[in-house]
């Protein structure tokens, strides 16, 4: 059995009896039926990208570049997809890229997710924009392992208040995110005025966590929130009713505080002073594995194993945060020469189909973080579309890797490449 013929059959099979897939399995078709599916906001913080948006097409450029040579008369009627990461065993190598602010797609956003990504064993890299406080999707999760993805603050008591919750949810690793200390010049979202966290969106790990909450009750009443001036508070009052819906009955998160929960993370959010240096500071609070994401340049490569990394994620945040960036499969192959195999290298950023998994997987990559495709699924079939957009890339994955004449990931390499 093979879950690409497997899953290929089920779907023709049901097309006999007029049933097509809820989820598209093209990519094109699954973005439009997503964009439907979303509000402009939601639609517009997803999918857009910084600037020109000249990042998200050179991924997209990056990947498409890349051509596999079909290989035949070779036995790969059993395939194995599985892969070493950081001491396990995983089923495949695909994981949950990090992805914030999920109420946004959908409302059970984290609970969703992490149903389907039990269902499948993979594994899920928990947002420290979450939507959900982290022991809820853990809980949810089973035994599927969970990495946590941090979002280093300006508050070290919460950055310290962060990493002991991981540990305590059981976490394998902590990713540290690099290439988020300054939000992107996001274009789509400046011209809606729309950022969701100032709406109290996606920032449930931080009001779950009492070094946080010790923050916003030391806070003034008003703390610096500008007072609305009169003839803005119409629009003040609609903003609140949206928070109202969005956030404490959707997920099932009351905050008896939410603007200056909203003000106090606004404070801390991010800092740009952080050095390599830092990194041994993360090193005395965990004795987890710590991955750095965002690396696009050998020499930061370089740095990170230096500076004692666990391993490091190629990625530019989906051509969210530098317009006119190099595309990340373009950054891949020095950096995994750089490391020489030192540590894992974990790729992503425009990840859209199996194939594009081998094609990263064959320059180097020990796994790939899979980001928007499964929002999209979330957002038109909550779990179900997660599960679906899981599948159709595992299904394509596993049945590449036959077509390229391959029995497992592990074999892969440049030979497959052009
Ligand atoms: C992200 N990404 C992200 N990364 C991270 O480390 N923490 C986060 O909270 C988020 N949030 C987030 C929200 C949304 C809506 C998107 C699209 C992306 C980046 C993510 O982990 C991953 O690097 C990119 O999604 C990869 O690009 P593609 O393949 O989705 O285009």
Same mark, same amino acid.
């Given at each position: 059995?093979?879950?690409?013929?497997?899953?290929?059959?089920?779907?023709?099979?049901?097309?006999?009896?007029?049933?097509?897939?809820? /989820?598209?399995?093209?990519?094109?078709?699954?973005?439009?039926?997503?964009?439907?599916?979303?509000?402009?906001?939601?639609?517009?913080? *997803?999918?857009?990208?910084?600037?020109?948006?000249?990042?998200?097409?050179?991924?997209?450029?990056?990947?498409?570049?890349?051509?596999?040579?079909?290989?035949?008369?070779?036995?790969?009627?059993?395939?194995?997809?599985?892969?070493?990461?950081?001491?396990?065993?995983?089923?495949?190598?695909?994981?949950?890229? %990090?992805?914030?602010?999920?109420?946004?797609?959908?409302?059970?956003?984290?609970?969703?997710?992490?149903?389907?990504?039990?269902?499948?064993? /993979?594994?899920?890299?928990?947002?420290?924009?979450?939507? *959900?406080?982290?022991?809820?999707?853990?809980?949810?999760?089973?035994?599927?392992?969970?990495?946590?993805?941090?979002?280093?603050?300006?508050?070290?008591?919460? /950055?310290?208040?962060?990493?002991?919750?991981?540990?305590?949810?059981?976490?394998?690793?902590?990713?540290?995110?690099?290439?988020?200390?300054?939000?992107?010049?996001?274009?789509?979202?400046?011209?809606?005025?729309?950022?969701?966290?100032?709406?109290?969106?996606?920032?449930?790990?931080?009001?779950?966590? %009492?070094?946080?909450?010790?923050?916003?009750?030391?806070?003034?009443?008003?703390?610096?929130?500008?007072?609305?001036?009169?003839?803005?508070?119409?629009?003040?009052?609609?903003?609140?009713?949206?928070?109202?819906?969005?956030?404490?009955?959707?997920?099932?998160?009351?905050?008896?505080?939410?603007?200056?929960?909203?003000?106090?993370?606004?404070?801390?959010?991010?800092?740009?002073?952080?050095?390599?240096?830092?990194?041994?500071?993360?090193?005395?609070?965990?004795?987890?594995?710590?991955?750095?994401?965002?690396?696009?340049?050998?020499?930061?490569?370089?740095?990170?194993?230096?500076?004692? *990394?666990?391993?490091? /994620?190629?990625?530019?945040?989906?051509?969210?945060?530098?317009?006119?960036?190099?595309?990340?499969?373009?950054?891949?192959?020095?950096?995994?020469?750089?490391?020489?195999?030192?540590?894992?290298?974990?790729?992503?950023?425009?990840?859209?189909?199996?194939?594009?998994?081998?094609?990263?997987?064959?320059?180097?990559?020990?796994?790939?973080?899979?980001?928007?495709?499964?929002?999209?699924?979330?957002?038109?079939?909550?779990?179900?579309?997660?599960?679906?957009?899981?599948?159709?890339?595992?299904?394509?994955?596993?049945?590449?890797?036959?077509?390229?004449?391959?029995?497992?990931?592990?074999?892969?390499?440049?030979?497959?490449?052009?």
């Amino acid at each position: 059995m093979s879950i690409g013929r497997d899953i290929q059959g089920r779907i023709y099979r049901a097309g006999l009896f007029g049933t097509r897939p809820a /989820v598209p399995t093209s990519y094109d078709a699954l973005e439009a039926a997503a964009q439907r599916r979303m509000s402009a906001a939601a639609w517009s913080y *997803v999918h857009g990208g910084a600037g020109l948006q000249a990042t998200v097409r050179a991924n997209r450029q990056a990947l498409d570049a890349v051509r596999l040579v079909p290989r035949y008369l070779v036995d790969v009627e059993e395939r194995d997809l599985s892969v070493d990461l950081l001491g396990r065993r995983l089923a495949s190598p695909l994981l949950l890229a %990090p992805i914030g602010v999920l109420e946004m797609a959908h409302p059970e956003a984290e609970y969703a997710v992490a149903r389907a990504a039990r269902g499948l064993d /993979v594994p899920m890299v928990i947002s420290t924009q979450g939507s *959900v406080p982290m022991e809820e999707t853990a809980r949810t999760l089973g035994r599927t392992p969970r990495l946590f993805q941090l979002y280093w603050s300006r508050d070290e008591d919460v /950055v310290r208040s962060f990493v002991e919750r991981a540990e305590s949810i059981g976490a394998d690793a902590v990713v540290v995110t690099l290439d988020t200390h300054l939000l992107g010049w996001r274009t789509r979202d400046l011209d809606l005025g729309y950022l969701p966290f100032a709406r109290a969106e996606g920032i449930a790990q931080y009001t779950s966590d %009492p070094a946080f909450r010790a923050l916003v009750e030391a806070r003034e009443p008003f703390g610096n929130t500008p007072r609305p001036r009169l003839r803005e508070i119409p629009a003040a009052l609609r903003a609140l009713r949206s928070m109202r819906h969005h956030w404490p009955q959707r997920v099932g998160h009351r905050d008896p505080r939410p603007r200056a929960a909203v003000e106090t993370f606004l404070d801390v959010f991010s800092r740009s002073d952080l050095t390599w240096a830092d990194l041994a500071r993360l090193r005395e609070m965990t004795r987890l594995p710590i991955l750095v994401k965002g690396i696009q340049h050998r020499d930061d490569a370089r740095l990170a194993v230096d500076h004692g *990394v666990d391993g490091l /994620v190629v990625s530019n945040h989906g051509g969210r945060q530098v317009d006119g960036a190099i595309g990340s499969l373009d950054a891949l192959p020095a950096v995994v020469a750089e490391v020489d195999g030192r540590v894992p290298v974990l790729f992503d950023s425009g990840i859209r189909g199996g194939a594009d998994a081998v094609k990263a997987l064959a320059l180097g990559a020990r796994a790939v973080l899979v980001g928007r495709p499964w929002v999209y699924g979330l957002a038109l079939a909550g779990e179900a579309g997660v599960r679906a957009v899981l599948e159709h890339l595992l299904a394509e994955l596993d049945l590449t890797l036959g077509l390229v004449g391959v029995r497992s990931v592990g074999e892969l390499g440049p030979h497959v490449l052009a």
